[in-house]
């Protein structure tokens, strides 16, 4: 018969057994989060904080709702408006010129005709352009003036800047495999080799790397900095070592965002430090440490990201009922900004008034609750690293409420890797860092006239031309934002 211990006597084994219980709700939510990712139905998967906001939504606001897709609409047609038109005229056949009431066959034309828009795909087009520079010789004999030769982006270059934008936008915007890019172009009547294709992708860095580098001092100047960094693999001898992208960004008073990233063969804070080391303002990142160098004392303010708050409960919940009450005060706050966005009132000090107002209440309930709970749960269980995640940030994590230029999280940098992990997919490894950093320079030109609605095959194309010219003193006239506005003055 088993013997009957009160509960404060000491037993050798219980402790053992409370360790080894821990041991398995750890272990059991890691491979529920395993099974949930490899093998979970995308219903399962977190929801976004803006399906969330919808569906709550859902019903209660139909006329902005209807608004909303109103303007989709709008812009769709304008987009169709703004697509290179031709005309094709479709003549009656001889045969049937003839009235078929009288059988008379003097027909004259009944308006302009029957209209019908019919979008057609017509396949890009590489021509051989061969340059004849006229060369006139006066009847001294001794005269002689020849025609200027074609801007070239290197003396003696076979390629155009046309088709060297063609190369950097399909490999950094559309994350293209250069030797995938080499069999579309032998489709097009264009032989290429895929080496020809690295050595243009890397010209174009070199040439175009003073505007790159002035892109992330002018990041680097902000008073708000949002960062990320993601893994690259970079081809070596025996197998591929690890390399890191990272990326800074901002926005400027006008609402363009500017995106720049950087490459280095660590993680460690060194990047951050070379970029952002002795500026100050306010550093958007996650909890990692690397971000320590710049966000000391003298340095920026560290402001926290909700969003990674809500991803560790949100993967706690499955094992953890009482995390969804840790969610609902995180959409609370997410409802806040979504209100002042739907107001006109963001990064105004309304925006900040409505967070005092609304956002702080929540916060200050939400952090009673998570120290309640922090003694109910296993520290190393789901819920219980969750809430040691938030409560360590908490002061990080509340720098939004008193100031409106801060955002909740840090996804805007976060968005702007997407890119980099689709190429990580595609084109698997960079070849050695110098290629890193190429591929980073070229990646934040595509990705700033993406943000901000420049075609980056039409920047690039006349930035290879205009860069060589341009006077260095006037250089922040060629980052992607500015050039817009320069064109605008060339054309006019």
């Known amino acids: 018969m088993a013997r009957y211990l009160p509960p404060d006597h000491f037993c050798p084994w219980r402790e053992e057994a409370e360790e080894l219980h821990q041991r398995q709700v750890v272990l059991e939510a890691k491979v529920a989060a395993l099974e949930k990712r490899v093998f979970g139905k995308k219903s399962e998967r977190m929801p976004t904080v803006q399906q ?211 490459f280095s063969m660590g993680r460690a804070g060194k990047t951050p430090k070379d970029v952002l080391g002795g500026t100050t303002g306010r550093l958007v990142v996650d909890a990692y440490t690397g971000y320590n160098t710049v966000t000391m004392p003298k340095g920026r303010v560290r402001v926290g990201c909700w969003s990674h708050v809500r991803r560790k409960f949100f993967d706690a919940l499955s094992k953890t009922p009482e995390a969804q009450t840790v969610l609902d005060s995180i959409l609370a706050l997410y409802r806040v900004e979504h209100e002042a966005l739907q107001a006109g009132v963001v990064r105004t000090l309304a925006h900040r008034a409505l967070r005092q107002n609304k956002s702080r209440p929540v916060l200050e309930a939400l952090h009673t609750y998570l120290t309640e709970q922090k003694p109910l749960h296993l520290p190393k269980g789901p819920m219980g690293q969750a809430i040691a995640y938030a409560l360590n940030q908490w002061e990080t994590l509340c720098r939004f409420v008193d100031d409106e230029r801060l955002p909740l999280d840090n996804n805007r940098s976060e968005a702007a890797l997407r890119k980099a992990a689709l190429g990580r997919k595609n084109f698997l490894f960079v070849g050695h860092e110098a290629a890193g950093e190429n591929l980073a320079g070229l990646y934040a030109l595509v990705a700033t006239c993406e943000a901000n609605g420049i075609n980056p095959e039409t920047y690039l194309a006349d930035l290879l031309l205009r860069v060589q010219t341009h006077p260095n003193s006037r250089l922040d006239e060629l980052l992607p934002h500015e050039w817009k506005r320069l064109r605008a003055a060339d054309s006019s």
């Not at 859902?58 to 005309?87: I, N, S, V, Y």
């Not at 080496?195 to 890397?202: A, E, Q, R, Y």
């Open 52 to 262: 969330q906001l919808r569906h709550q939504q859902a019903g209660a606001d139909t006329e902005t709702r209807r608004q909303q897709a109103l303007e989709k609409r709008r812009q769709r047609a304008a987009r169709r408006a703004e697509a290179p038109t031709r005309e094709v005229h479709h003549l009656v056949p001889e045969a049937q010129r003839i009235c078929p009431a009288c059988g008379s066959d003097e027909l004259k034309p009944l308006g302009q005709g029957r209209t019908t828009v019919v979008y057609e795909y017509i396949a890009a087009r590489f021509e051989k352009q061969v340059h004849v520079q006229q060369t006139l010789a006066c009847a001294c004999g001794k005269g002689v003036v020849m025609a200027p030769a074609p801007p070239k982006v290197v003396d003696r270059g076979e390629y155009g800047p046309g088709f060297i934008a063609h190369v950097v936008a399909s490999k950094c915007a559309d994350s293209m495999p250069l030797h995938r890019l080499a069999q579309r172009l032998e489709r097009g009547g264009v032989p290429m080799s895929r080496s020809t294709l690295t050595d243009l992708f890397h010209l174009a860095a070199e040439v175009l790397s003073p505007v790159s580098v002035r892109l992330l001092q002018h990041i680097a100047r902000a008073e708000v900095v949002w960062a990320d960094e993601t893994p690259v693999r970079v081809l070596d001898v025996k197998k591929a070592s690890l390399g890191y992208l990272w990326t800074f960004l901002t926005w400027n008073e006008k609402g363009e965002w500017l995106i720049g990233y950087r």
